[in-house]
């Protein structure tokens, strides 16, 4: 039998909290038997959720606090607040002392951020850490980072997330060499800004094992998925995924209102149905969703804060693989093999 993966889950953080973590929990053990969770929050409201889930009861252990993070609280003031009480820092903490091997949150992403750092710290050589999406595309899937963890890099900052990012690639595509793009607003070398252009330089030249850049790439290759791995600050991480979510919505509003239009559209709908169903499945964001913070001395994913149980389920299952096949292992190993990084 396979050795058990330990996730702790902040019950109480994102929209509708404990129903929609209750019923993702049950619904990934249902996928992974052998996993077992710290459900941290109010045991009054998590108790009766686990009533008629005698499976997901016998693999979790409940660990009450009645303090949450507000959805809006600022960070600094969730960590004057919540730092060792709340359901977050209880979860992140359990990551920390060596009881749980990845923490799931839908709560605040900043306070998650700012908890994480000063419970976990960073890993040696990492600078800050980095939020990374799977991103789905024509060829598949490709990760993207970073999507929103900090705002702006240099170029120390953009190599380290492209070993992050391909050390998360070759776990979750099981690609021994990803390949890894620099975004920019074109292909040509003397294309960007200089941190860009200097980040590109030190990768083309420092060959490093597990890691074949590509080069620059464009807004339009990642949806094509040109490379394996996408990196980007923050600020212009975040812009392009909120876009992408934005016009996913839009487009699938444009196809409802056209198929309803007149009878013979609606009879087209019928026809091509299947079709549809296939887009929708490959556009359905609670598929990938679950953002891994990369550079941690721990492993913490966010769950979108209004999925419901399925994509809460899909948040576990990256968390379930991310420590299952040892993401700090492989980040450690090529961070290791990086020529140019050197003591922190």
């Known amino acids: 039998m396979p050795q058990p993966v330990r996730i702790s889950l902040d019950a109480m953080g994102g929209d509708s909290g404990p129903p929609v973590v209750i019923g993702g929990a049950a619904l990934a ?3 992974h ?6 459900l941290v929050g109010n045991e009054t409201v998590i108790r009766p959720l686990l009533a008629g889930r005698e499976k997901l009861a016998a693999a979790s252990e409940i660990r009450h606090t009645d303090v949450t993070i507000a959805m809006d609280a600022k960070p600094s003031q969730a960590v004057r607040s919540g730092r060792r009480t709340s359901s977050m820092w209880m979860a992140i903490q359990a990551v920390r002392d060596g009881e749980a091997d990845a923490a799931v949150s839908a709560g605040n992403t900043g306070a998650l951020m700012a908890m994480a750092k000063i419970c976990l710290k960073t890993m040696t050589h990492i600078e800050r850490p980095a939020i990374a999406a799977i991103w789905p595309t024509t060829r598949g899937e490709s990760i993207v980072l970073d999507v929103g963890a900090s705002i702006g890099a240099d170029a120390a900052h953009l190599v380290d997330m492209a070993i992050m990012g391909a050390a998360m690639a070759r776990i979750v595509f099981d690609i021994p060499v990803p390949t890894v793009g620099l975004l920019n607003v074109g292909t040509e070398e003397m ?3 200089e941190t860009v252009r200097e980040a590109s330089r030190i990768l083309h030249e420092s060959n490093i094992p597990g890691l074949a850049y590509h080069g620059f790439v464009e807004g339009d290759d990642i949806g094509r998925g040109t490379v394996d791995v996408v990196v980007t ?5 975040n812009i392009a995924l909120k876009t992408a979510e934005g016009t996913a919505k839009q487009v699938g509003e444009y196809l409802r209102a056209a198929m309803s239009r007149t009878w013979t559209a609606k009879l087209g709908y019928l026809l091509a149905k299947g079709a549809f169903d296939a887009l929708r499945e490959k556009l359905d964001p609670r598929k990938v969703n679950g953002g891994v913070f990369l550079g941690l001395e721990g492993i913490v994913v966010k769950s979108h804060g209004g999925t419901d149980a399925v994509g809460f389920a899909s948040a576990i299952d990256m968390a379930h693989d991310m420590a299952q096949h040892q ?5 450690r190993d090529m961070l290791d093999d990086d020529p140019g990084s050197g003591p922190a």
């Open 191 to 193: 294309k960007g800004v």
């Open 233 to 237: 600050e923050g600020f212009a991480g």
């Open 327 to 331: 993401l700090m292992r492989t980040i």
């Open 33 to 38: 038997p052998e996993m077992r969770f710290i």
């Open 29 to 31: 053990l249902e996928r």
